[in-house]
């Protein structure tokens, strides 16, 4: 059984910077995608960044530039840093881990953008 969790998130004043990270544990397969989702109210889940098994990295194109998605010296380790925050960047972010015939999620960290 995989297990992800998700820490770093809170409060914090518009243009600063957060740092999530996600940790799971079980055995996941060296080919697997990890990646971060965000929700907001009222809004659907979309993709925010995502990274596979050679390192290479895709993002929303509103946070290129300004978030960087990276995975961890310790195995089953992902990290998102977040730079240059913006309001529209709260909700809650979820660590997601995919591949073939399995795909696991976190339970959320909540990141809030305000001043």
């Known amino acids: 059984q995989v297990h992800l969790v998700e820490s770093g998130g809170g409060l914090v004043q518009p243009g600063g910077s957060l740092k999530l990270s996600c940790a799971a544990s079980g055995i996941i397969s060296s080919r697997a995608v990890w990646a971060w989702y965000r929700q907001a109210p009222g809004n659907q889940r979309e993709l925010v960044a995502s990274?596979?098994?050679?390192?290479?990295?895709k993002y929303l194109d509103s946070v290129k530039y300004r978030f960087a998605v990276s995975r961890g010296n310790a195995k089953n380790t992902v990290y998102l840093e977040m730079n240059s925050l913006k309001p529209e960047d709260t909700a809650v972010y979820y660590c997601n881990v995919g591949g073939l015939g399995f795909d696991y999620w976190g339970p959320g960290t909540q990141v809030t953008v305000s001043s």
């Open positions: 990274i596979d098994n050679i390192g290479l990295t």
